[in-house]
């Protein structure tokens, strides 16, 4: 009796196109990252100034005109102004309105005053020395996030607090699936003008 042999090589093909047919998918595709203008460019009024823009231009972005990238994508900022990028990731079951409420609790708290006395407001939402005045009240200097920053939810800040007239682009490190807040780290801009936004990070790919 005859046997019928399927050369391997040719066999390949047929395999592959069998494993696409039954939905197995061929492989993740490209990731995909995002820009934005982090402060309106040059000298403007604060309810201009202090905003995040599409990097393309167009009107200020909010918590309803997210950013889409793919899990593994990455920010970048282009900086203008007295700004740092803060990005908050939202919990298991969290919306973007109770991340908000959240947030703007955050904002309203009273810290310990490192010199003794009464507690005095925060100034800015994490990092280092978080009740110092933004620009032009104090110089340039590195920060990072804390570990209590991390443990409310921020998985990312610029490495260097808000100076005046900062114009150096920073980039995020790969995000991981899933909805984030970008906000400015300074009190007063993420209130007084609401300058946030969202990232909705697709799954695609590794985890990051």
């Not at 006395?117 to 920060?143: E, I």
Request: net charge neutral.
């Amino acid at each position: 009796m005859r046997r019928l042999l399927i050369p391997i090589m040719a066999a390949v093909p047929i395999l592959v196109a069998a494993a696409t047919a039954w939905g197995v998918p061929p492989g993740a595709a490209d990731k995909v990252d995002g820009s934005v203008q982090f402060g309106a460019v040059g000298n403007q009024a604060p309810a201009i100034e202090d905003k995040i823009y599409p990097a393309n231009g167009g009107a200020a972005m909010t918590e309803l005109t997210p950013l889409p990238i793919t899990a593994g994508g990455t920010v970048t900022f282009n900086l203008d102004g007295p700004h740092q990028p803060l990005v908050y990731r939202l919990q298991d079951g969290e919306s973007v309105s109770q991340a908000i409420d959240r947030l703007n609790l955050r904002a309203g708290e009273a810290l310990p005053n490192p010199s003794g006395g009464a507690p005095v407001p925060r100034r800015r939402m994490a990092g280092q020395d978080p009740f110092l005045a933004p620009p032009p009240a104090t110089a340039s200097a590195s920060d990072k996030l804390t570990s209590a920053d991390r443990d409310f939810g921020f998985r990312y800040l610029s490495d260097v607090k808000a100076v005046a007239n900062n114009v150096t682009p920073n980039t995020s490190p790969p995000l991981g699936a899933g909805t984030y807040i970008l906000l400015c780290n300074v009190k007063a801009h993420y209130l007084g003008q609401l300058m946030r936004t969202t990232i909705a990070v697709a799954p695609n790919g590794p985890p990051a």
